[in-house]
């Protein structure tokens, strides 16, 4: 069974009454949500319900929103990679920064300083961990201070992404060469080895890291049925002969 959309282990009882009730669009909770946000970058929780429900509150209240706690909730749903976090709170974004963001990605330049500037740069970084692009993603954070502004609030943002990316590498492979594992995960040596090993459960082989067979990576082979009644396929026949010539 899934786990509901709007569920959270961590979250307070206090945040969960907001939620439930009228207050969840009251202004003046905003100053809580906010408080929430930080309580989540700083002990590795999430929720990105209650981040939604912040985000709707800026859009009805402009004059609250504070760009600080918008680039922390997008870089948290980048934690949750590939989840459909990131491009929902997007959607919240205010019109002109999403438009801005959507006009950096055909080539054009926010004003420094901006939440879209902090918001297109976040972008980027989505994109290529949505199309498996970890190494370019490592890259493009040590190649731009702002990256580690950024993601400065998120308490072991770099650790949880590792985490993340094995996560999804585990789903879909049994085996990867230790050198491209190490380009992905943007660790080498014995700090390699101790993650792979201690945190993810895998062996290596030479160079060869391994990856045990689970749900999500085992090849199985898939036979599909196609179950069609005699009568529909008489039907099917007699409209044909029925069609004008």
Not at 38 to 59: E, G, I, R, V
Not at 69 to 87: E, R
Not at 207 to 215: D, R, Y
Request: hydrophobic letters at 40%.
């Amino acid at each position: 069974m899934g786990v509901a959309f709007d569920y959270a282990p961590e979250r307070p009882e206090s945040i969960d009454t907001i939620l439930n009730g009228l207050d969840r669009y009251n202004p003046e909770t905003t100053g809580v949500f906010q408080e929430y946000v930080a309580q989540q970058c700083a002990d590795q929780t999430y929720d990105c319900y209650a981040n939604l429900a912040l985000l709707k509150l800026y859009q009805f209240n402009p004059h609250l929103t504070r760009d600080e706690t918008t680039t922390n909730i997008l870089a948290k749903a980048l934690t949750v990679f590939p989840s459909p976090d990131f491009s929902l709170c997007l959607s919240l974004l205010p019109p002109h920064v999403y438009a801005q963001t959507k006009l950096s990605q055909q080539g054009g330049l926010p004003a420094s300083g901006t939440l879209a500037e902090a918001v297109s740069h976040l972008c980027v970084l989505h994109t290529q961990l949505n199309n498996a692009q970890y190494a370019e993603f490592w890259n493009t954070m040590d190649g731009d201070d702002l990256y580690a502004d950024l993601v400065a609030d998120i308490q072991g943002f770099e650790e949880i992404m590792r985490v993340r990316i094995a996560v999804v590498v585990s789903q879909c492979m049994q085996e990867v060469q230790r050198e491209v594992l190490e380009s992905w995960l943007n660790v080498r040596g014995p700090k390699f080895d101790n993650f792979v090993k201690e945190i993810c459960g895998w062996s290596i082989d030479g160079n060869v890291v391994k990856i045990p067979l689970n749900k999500e990576n085992e090849a199985r082979g898939t036979v599909v049925r196609e179950s069609v009644k005699f009568e529909q396929f008489g039907r099917m026949v007699k409209r044909a002969y029925e069609q004008p010539a």
